[in-house]
């Protein structure tokens, strides 16, 4: 590894912690000016119990003593606090004990996305303007084109109240079956669609031509040389998509009643939990700041003539 790259990686890195912080700083600023409190739902709490409960959990300080004490905990010990509504448990808890399913569905759904979508894009630009390329991205167009709650819920009338094919409880492990499909149909019809035009304008270049000429077997242009430099855009898109994958569709969870990160999350909106909201976004927000990373760090794997400049 070169100067050139260890000096790169040490930005990217720095730039990385920089995105992380202004996302802490601006969720606890916005989370503590929007009106009311964690408190006002509280059935006939007294004046006197709400000032009890402040003190306790430290809202009645100073905003800036607050920010700093928030912020030291999440650099010390990585610890966002307790969860205002869920007493007795820690908001770090919460959110990794939610992660553990979202986890599951989001990696699962990922996987299926990458290898699908490679191999329909590969196959559409091997047979293009042909009858499978057309079949393919008419299926592909459909699926970006349709909103993920519609085919969700299209899935679980057809799968597993009409024929009954799949339980409808995320709760299970069968029940996590079409709640992966549904994750996965969108991100896999992108990856369809990067990999298509980017292996068609690879099967252009001439160093493709060369090769064909001098008799290098069809299979080896393909995985060797066309394949493989097309993958840039689909790791583009892949680093990012992975980590909104992961930390679990809002919707998708509701509707096939997931007990994921999703449903924490919104919960704790509706409960006005400001240590759970803010907790749970900074870590949605770290998984897309490291993925992006990662990312840029795989180009150089992926295409050595990449320079980090």
Known sequence: MNTKTVGYIIKRILLAVLTIWVV???????????????????????????????????????????????????????DFGPSLKLRGRQVTDIV?????????????????????????GAAAALNRNRFADRVIMVLTTAFVSMPSFIMGTLLLFLLSVRFMIFPANGATAGGLVLPIITLSLSPMS??????????????????????????????KIIFGHALKNSLIPVITYFGPMLAYIVTGSLVIEQIFAVPGIG???????????????????????????VMNL????????????????
């Open 96 to 120: 990794f004990d939610g992660m553990k399913t979202s986890a599951t569905l989001g990696l699962a759904a990922a996987l299926i996305a990458l290898i699908f979508g490679v191999f329909l």
């Open 294 to 309: 990662v990312s840029d760090i795989l180009y150089k794997v992926v295409d050595p003539r990449i320079n980090f400049e």
């Open 24 to 78: 802490i700083t601006v969720t606890f600023f916005v989370m503590h000016a929007v009106p009311g409190g964690p408190f006002n739902s509280e059935k006939a709490i007294t004046p006197a119990a709400k000032q009890a409960l402040e003190a306790k959990y430290g809202l009645n300080k100073p905003l800036m003593e607050q920010y700093v004490t928030y912020l030291k905990g999440i650099i010390t010990e990585f």
């Open 263 to 289: 449903r924490s999350f919104v919960k704790c909106i509706i409960n006005r939990d400001y240590p759970l909201i803010m907790g749970t976004t900074i870590i949605l927000s770290i998984l897309i700041v």
């Open 190 to 219: 992108h990856i369809t669609r990067l990999t298509r035009s980017s292996m068609l304008d690879v099967l252009d270049q001439d160093y493709i031509r060369t090769a064909k000429a001098k008799g290098v077997s069809k299979w």
